[in-house]
């Protein structure tokens, strides 16, 4: 007997992305998985008398989207901060701060995103003196996109008791000037976490900052507050097209929240994986937690498994760590979180384990020290398809590209972090690079034509999570020079980076990344052929529909 659909989509411009499957036109699911993919005529043979049938409309019906580096819990907090993303100059800095903090006197501290590391123009630092001058009775911190730099107020600096410098650990400032006091940047983590601790933020930001649990533990109110913005980052996946999200800060805590959503409402709207964040102050035995988060989380909905770790800071505020030093600052390399020898003993313990290992590494010296710790852990526990990965590689040393497809290491890379990609400016990054290092900047293409892994994601909220935004940057990435090598990847390329390695990356290739019969259900409908869209117009595409495990988690 033939199986009825429950979903049938028809019309569409259906792209598999399976390699070995026609073009099709339809795709028929049942059941929370996919039945048959095919012809309009063909699929309409299994609709019964109580099959929803979508009318694609001759736009493009492509695998969900697999967010393959983000940050959810804390991206969906900030949806509520002063966006600054755009932002430029001090008159207009000032206005926007002003207008924001009007409606907001009794906060205790005002947080704003995304500015611009030379939102006052080229060579002109931000500092406290400045945003005293705007906002000079309330405590306002504001982080740059990448959020590892941030710029506080005098009245946020002495709220936090920072004003005259703090003791930090490596790679970790407070930057001082020459009166003796705090300039207002704050660099890495520990700098300016007490603010966001000070503002009511730290329970978003635990999963980045410590790794560790709220404590004291989130009070009936506020638990109900943190199932909202775990609801509304959700929402947002959702809205734009993702079905897996691969979540690269994480806790117990996070866990729980997204068990108690699934458990309340019998699924979630994303796939999510969650790791657990091994700091560097921590000690070997605590990945015995991760181990337990492992065996505790382990469905096709809500998953662990995997240890991230920060290795480096990066280029803009001379915190990732370089093979030789920066173009623009003689002498200086950058300092890692991690030592080498620190970092090889957690990834061979790691590894030993069985646990997936996913690395921050940014200079191509943090690049290469992972490597070398991916390669000891092989070396020690003995080769397996343990599948680690290395988060961004914005900076690859020449002699290291060929050893992620040696050691079977998964280059997880974000189109819209370039210079030059998705509006973002070229200084001060590609003079702090320097002219010798930019063919192996940012190198996607190079390192796929090594034969890596190569998955593609957004780092949400560092970049915008639309995933159309990455695919138009991916398509038109242009060179920085003419002697550079093209490293922009086809539509194809792209859309399988974004879908068929993130289900690679975790191990899910047998079920994942393709319409394909059997695998599930994730399913993302766009209002146009993506195909005969102008590369340079990707990004106004937009989902119509998205379907998680056979459930439509978004629709317009």
């Given at each position: 007997m033939t199986e009825t659909a429950d979903i049938i989509i028809s019309n569409g411009r259906v792209l598999t992305l399976d390699p070995d499957a026609p073009p099709a036109e339809a795709v028929a699911l049942s059941g929370g998985k996919i039945i048959a993919a095919g012809s309009n005529a063909d699929i309409q043979r299994l609709r019964g008398p109580h099959t929803r049938v979508i009318d694609a409309q001759n736009g493009s019906v492509l695998p969900g989207f697999s967010e393959n580096h983000m940050h959810l819990f804390s991206g969906a907090a900030e949806l509520d901060h002063l966006q600054l993303t755009g932002v430029k100059g001090l008159a207009a800095l000032t206005e926007t701060v002003r207008t924001y903090a009007a409606s907001r006197k009794t906060q205790k501290v005002l947080f704003g995103q995304g500015t611009d590391y030379e939102i006052l123009g080229h060579g002109e630092g931000l500092t406290r003196r400045h945003l005293d001058e705007i906002l000079p009775d309330q405590p306002l911190v504001v982080f740059a996109p990448d959020h590892h730099t941030a710029w506080a107020n005098t009245s946020a600096l002495e709220l936090v008791g920072i004003l005259h410098g703090a003791n930090l650990g490596p790679g970790n400032e407070v930057v001082m000037g020459a009166d003796g006091l705090a300039t207002g940047e704050l660099r890495e983590m520990e700098a300016f976490s007490p603010l966001q601790a000070a503002g009511g933020f730290d329970r978003y930001r635990l999963g980045l900052s410590t790794g560790g649990e709220p404590d004291p533990y989130p009070d009936a109110a506020q638990w109900a507050q943190d199932i909202a913005v775990m609801r509304r980052g959700l929402a947002y996946c959702a809205r734009h097209g993702i079905t897996t999200v691969q979540n690269m800060d994480g806790n117990l805590y996070q866990l729980q929240l997204l068990q108690a959503i699934e458990q309340e409402d019998g699924h979630l709207p994303c796939r999510v994986q969650i790791p657990f964040h091994f700091k560097n102050f921590m000690q070997l035995e605590m990945l015995e937690k991760a181990s337990s988060l492992a065996a505790r989380f382990n469905s096709d909905w809500l998953s662990s498994g995997i240890v991230k770790l920060f290795y480096d800071g990066v280029i803009e505020s001379g915190t990732a760590v370089m093979?030789?030093?920066?173009?623009?600052?003689?002498?200086?390399?950058?300092?890692?979180?991690?030592?080498?020898?620190?970092?090889?003993?957690?990834?061979?313990?790691?590894?030993?384990?069985?646990?997936?290992?996913?690395?921050?590494?940014?200079?191509?010296?943090?690049?290469?020290?992972?490597?070398?710790?991916?390669?000891?852990?092989?070396?020690?526990?003995?080769?397996?398809?343990?599948?680690?990965?290395?988060?961004?590689?914005?900076?690859?040393?020449?002699?290291d590209i060929a050893r992620f497809a040696e050691l079977g290491v998964i280059a997880s890379m974000q189109p819209p972090h370039p210079p030059g990609?998705?509006?973002?400016?070229?200084?001060?990054?590609?003079?702090?690079?320097?002219?010798?290092?930019?063919?192996?900047?940012?190198?996607?293409?190079?390192?796929?034509?090594?034969?890596?892994?190569?998955?593609?994601?957004?780092?949400?909220?560092?970049?915008?999570?639309?995933?159309?935004?990455?695919?138009?940057?991916?398509?038109?990435?242009?060179?920085?020079?003419?002697?550079?090598?093209?490293?922009?990847?086809?539509?194809?390329?792209?859309?399988?980076?974004?879908?068929?390695?993130?289900?690679?990356?975790?191990?899910k290739e047998d079920r994942k990344g393709m319409l394909k019969s059997g695998y599930v259900a994730d399913v993302v409908i766009l209002d146009r052929d993506i195909e005969t869209v102008d590369p340079e117009h990707l990004d106004s595409v937009r989902p119509i529909t998205t379907i998680c495990g056979g459930h439509i988690s978004f629709s317009v």
């Open positions: 093979v030789e030093p920066y173009a623009d600052k003689p002498g200086d390399r950058g300092e890692g979180l991690f030592t080498p020898e620190s970092f090889r003993a957690v990834a061979v313990e790691a590894d030993r384990r069985g646990l997936q290992i996913a690395v921050h590494a940014i200079g191509d010296g943090a690049v290469r020290a992972v490597l070398d710790g991916y390669e000891a852990a092989r070396r020690e526990n003995g080769a397996r398809d343990s599948r680690h990965r290395i988060e961004h590689i914005e900076v690859v040393h020449p002699d990609c998705a509006g973002l400016p070229l200084e001060p990054t590609i003079s702090r690079i320097g002219r010798d290092r930019w063919p192996v900047s940012y190198a996607w293409r190079t390192l796929k034509n090594a034969g890596a892994h190569i998955c593609f994601a957004s780092d949400w909220p560092v970049s915008p999570i639309d995933p159309l935004v990455g695919l138009k940057a991916a398509v038109t990435r242009k060179r920085w020079s003419e002697s550079d090598p093209d490293q922009s990847f086809s539509l194809i390329e792209a859309l399988s980076a974004y879908c068929v390695e993130g289900a690679f990356a975790e191990f």
